[in-house]
């Protein structure tokens, strides 16, 4: 690891540890009725920071193929509505 990327690696890799936690919660939270809706936003949260972290990986350098794949699901979304 060089040291002019360091900063953001450690960045990444608490973005991930917390979204573990997160999820690690959500499984337990989503047990009981009464904590469930916690647990729901517990892991929409942890799949948002590990959504965030991977788009702040360095090794991505092309956005356009993740831009067009986030697409095709919001597409058939809207077909099977319109069906």
Same mark, same amino acid.
């Given at each position: 690891?060089?040291?002019?990327?360091?900063?953001?690696?450690? $960045?990444?890799?608490? *973005?991930?540890?917390?979204?573990? +936690?997160?999820?690690?919660l959500? /499984?337990?939270?989503? =047990?009981? %009725?009464t904590?469930?809706?916690?647990?729901?936003?517990a892991?929409?949260?942890?799949?948002l920071?590990? $959504?965030c972290?991977? *788009?702040?990986?360095?090794?991505? +350098?092309?956005y356009?193929?993740? /831009?067009?794949?986030? =697409?095709? %699901?919001s597409?058939?979304?809207?077909w099977?509505?319109w069906?």
């Amino acid at each position: 690891m060089t040291t002019d990327l360091a900063g953001g690696q450690v $960045i990444i890799e608490l *973005l991930y540890l917390i979204a573990s +936690v997160l999820f690690i919660l959500s /499984l337990k939270w989503m =047990s009981s %009725p009464t904590t469930a809706r916690h647990g729901i936003w517990a892991g929409e949260i942890g799949m948002l920071l590990a $959504i965030c972290g991977t *788009l702040l990986h360095h090794g991505i +350098v092309d956005y356009r193929l993740i /831009l067009r794949l986030c =697409s095709v %699901p919001s597409s058939a979304c809207r077909w099977g509505r319109w069906r």
